[in-house]
């Protein structure tokens, strides 16, 4: 990216990004579970999720942030900011600073976790939101962490198709795709990639 562009509210968006230099970003299953506690504090009071995926080395988010008005504890998350000038790009760059200095304490490691700038692209069409949210979804088949992306367990998959409690906006995606049972099939035809050229990186 020339530029990193910034987090709009009420405007939805794919965010992504990787270790830096490539490097692991979860090392054990209690890894994945601390960066999604992490992510509930930080992330869910200023965006709505609609589907996640975090791999060894890097990560995907669908996510619509919210509006300020909508932000009720947003006193708490940025303290004395204006809300005027409120920036959901600073809570996500909370997260990483915390998920980077728990893991650089935990493994003696200094400096940067991620790379530098996470990776953001603005959704302008409703057209490309089934084909992203499978994306995101078979990602770990993809790049092969899995033969069948149903294997994973760090991504929102399960959470949509099997209707457990979540804090994933599960209806609303449900609706996207016309009910249960046509999202789990839609996810199993094969997808062109090519249709999202402008919503993802091929490394990614």
């Not at 609609?50 to 619509?64: K, P």
């Not at 509006?67 to 303290?79: H, M, Q, S, Y």
């Not at 790009?89 to 935990?106: D, G, P, Q, R, V």
Request: net charge positive; hydrophobic share 35%.
């Amino acid at each position: 990216m020339s530029h990193v562009d910034v987090l709009e509210a009420g405007q939805m968006y794919h965010i992504f990004n990787r270790g830096n230099n490539r490097e692991k970003l979860f090392y054990s299953e209690r890894h994945y579970k601390y960066f999604l506690k992490l992510y509930s504090y930080y992330i869910l009071p200023i965006a709505d999720t609609y589907a996640y995926c975090l791999m060894g080395n890097h990560f995907h988010l669908l996510v619509r942030i919210k509006k300020i008005e909508d932000i009720v504890t947003i006193k708490r998350l940025v303290k004395a900011q204006n809300p005027s000038t409120f920036s959901p790009s600073k809570n996500f760059s909370n997260l990483f600073n915390a998920y980077t200095k728990a893991i650089n304490l935990e493994r003696n490691r200094t400096g940067s976790l991620f790379e530098k700038s996470f990776k953001r692209k603005l959704i302008t069409a409703d057209a490309y939101l089934q084909q992203l949210i499978i994306y995101i979804h078979t990602n770990p088949q993809k790049h092969g962490f899995v033969e069948n992306f149903r294997e994973w367990d760090w991504s929102s998959y399960h959470a949509i198709s099997e209707g457990v409690v979540t804090k994933l906006q599960r209806e609303e995606v449900l609706a996207w795709f016309g009910g249960v049972n046509e999202f789990i099939s839609c996810h199993l035809e094969k997808m062109d990639e090519s249709k999202l050229s402008n919503l993802i990186d091929e490394e990614y």
